[in-house]
């Protein structure tokens, strides 16, 4: 008779070796097979396929095997038995996870935490440690504050971009929520389980309050429910491995959801000391395929900074004990928490973080008015760095809708880059790079515009001779020496000269000299952009060539440059988007093409 175990069930997760084709369904029945005394396997939990870990990639390629996760309980004392069943590669803990709100918040369901006294030295004064009460602010603030207004002026508010809130369920207008719930949220499209849009209670409405801070910034974008918490489905590592897959899966379908994100993690260290710690857990791992998918993955810091930490973090707050397990990981986008007043929040976690010390990259906005208390009185504002991070995905989401091939690494730079700088110079692991900038990172993608580069000389060629507006030596030319100035001739191109030559129109005098502008008349047009040619020219009578210009005439002139410039850059960036459009079905056809040809040539044996 086996020996009873002394030691309580624990839900763990399982890594095994299957032959590379094996069904979930057969996986999770090679698993019921452990000969292991206390293992009871989740026959509810489908097998998830997993990319091997690094160590593991060359021995499975060549046995033909792949490795899956599937979920069940064992007797503690039992891992090290289930470990050495021969197709088993490791037992991992199913680890719980919690929302990177207050702990009042999500425990009483009533209050956010009243502000405490600090309990460390502020690392850039002053620290906010109000948690929220009162909001600073509401959401239309956050947006003016990061310049999001500026962007939407432009038409870019998120259209064609799903985000995937991975949360704790969201109430969806239009769908049958649960018996005392409240549909709350629009834009809501799609999720995982099956029941998505239904429920939001689990984690006190925080599934609620970051998918209506990601519309406050991106009102146009798209919402993915993919919930992992609720009555049914436990809090807990597992159900966001389920939920990244699902995202993994639907992204290959049709390319969505192109953002995800991420308001949660664990408080401490000792919730799970292995994932905390270690790049190859499988859910880090899982993260990472989905980074590689293409998807951009965004998570908070979390609350556990020296100055006013959650009470959850036990004795892990501060530098270097505070940023854990994937939310820390080098290439997702790790976000800690200010105030719009730009005060950073003394409970935003600080680097280094466990897997990488460049953590956090950079701060988004908190404690504003937005889902609470203003479609919800439970709380005074919507609070954590689990605010932030949504603020922030929604900043991304902008960006994908202006740059629809952009990637991880430069939405990150992006944001890096044009952040504002709010502790000690350049990146420090309080704050990151500074407050992100919106509108600054959004100017960043814009197009840099070259018509022909020699070894930095920027010039434009005319059919005869060479207009160089830097040459060698440095001497700005306006006008070209012997020739008709032409930005392309024939065909109808863009011409900032017309054929005939007229003096005062033609010839601009070289700037090192007296400064001489072209006499402008508010009596004729100070500038014509005609289609479809796009001629450009100056247009005067010979009586007007006398007269003084007003500053009027100079507004007008100005006026008429500025629409214009802005007409020909929205064409620019259209036809970028386009060329970006046509690059990646180019790329996708290469592919195709080397793979029929390795079908034909191992058809025909190489002949």
Partial sequence: MPEKSQKKPVPVLVEMRVQRGTTAAFAVQLAANAKTPGFMIDREF??????????????????????????????????KDLEAQPNVVKVWRDTPIAPFTTRRAVEEKTAHLMPTAPMGVCPIPPCDCSFGNPAIGAI???????????????????????IGIVDGGITAIGRPVK?????????????????WGTTAIAWGNHGNMTSTDALGMAPQAEIYDIRISSATLAGSISSALQGFQWAINRHKIDGTPQVLSNSWGIFQK?????????????????????????ILVLFAAGNCGQVCPDGRCGPDNGPGKSIWGANSHPRVITVGAVNVNEQWVGYSSQGPGALDPNKPDFCSITHFAGYFPTLDPAHPSDGGTSAATPICAGVVALLKQKKPALTQDQAKTALKSTAKDIGPAGWDQHSGAGIIR?????????????????????????????????????????????????????????KFRDDVKVPARDIMPDPRGPRILPPISSAGVPFIL????????????AAEQAMQPTAADYEA??????????????????TLRQAEALDVQYKQLVKEHQATVEEYTAMTGGS
């Fill in 46 to 79: 489908d097998a998830i396929p997993m990319q091997p870990s690094p160590d593991q990639a060359a021995s499975l390629a060549e046995s033909g095997e792949e490795v899956v996760i599937v979920r069940g309980t064992v007797d503690e004392d039992k891992i």
């Fill in 140 to 162: 239309a603030s956050v947006a003016t504050y990061l310049g999001v207004d500026k962007i939407w002026a432009a038409g870019i508010k998120g259209a064609g971009i799903r």
């Fill in 179 to 195: 018996p005392g719930e409240v549909a709350k949220v629009a834009r809501v499209v799609d999720g995982w389980p099956g029941d």
């Fill in 270 to 294: 000792t919730w799970d000391p292995v994932y905390a710690v270690d790049p190859n857990h499988p859910f880090t791992r899982k993260v990472v395929e989905a980074l590689d998918e293409g």
């Fill in 438 to 494: 919106a509108k600054g990172a959004y100017d960043s993608l814009a197009p840099k515009l070259k018509f022909r580069d020699d070894h930095g000389t920027l010039k434009f060629t005319d059919d005869h001779v060479t207009l160089k507006f830097t040459d060698d030596g440095g001497t700005l030319k306006f006008a070209d020496d012997g020739g008709t100035l032409k930005f392309a001739d024939d065909g109808g191109k863009l």
């Fill in 530 to 541: 005609a289609t479809p040619h796009h001629s450009m020219a100056w247009a005067y009578g």
């Fill in 557 to 574: 002139a100005i006026a008429q440059y500025e629409a214009t410039l802005a007409s020909m850059e929205q064409a620019i960036q259209e």
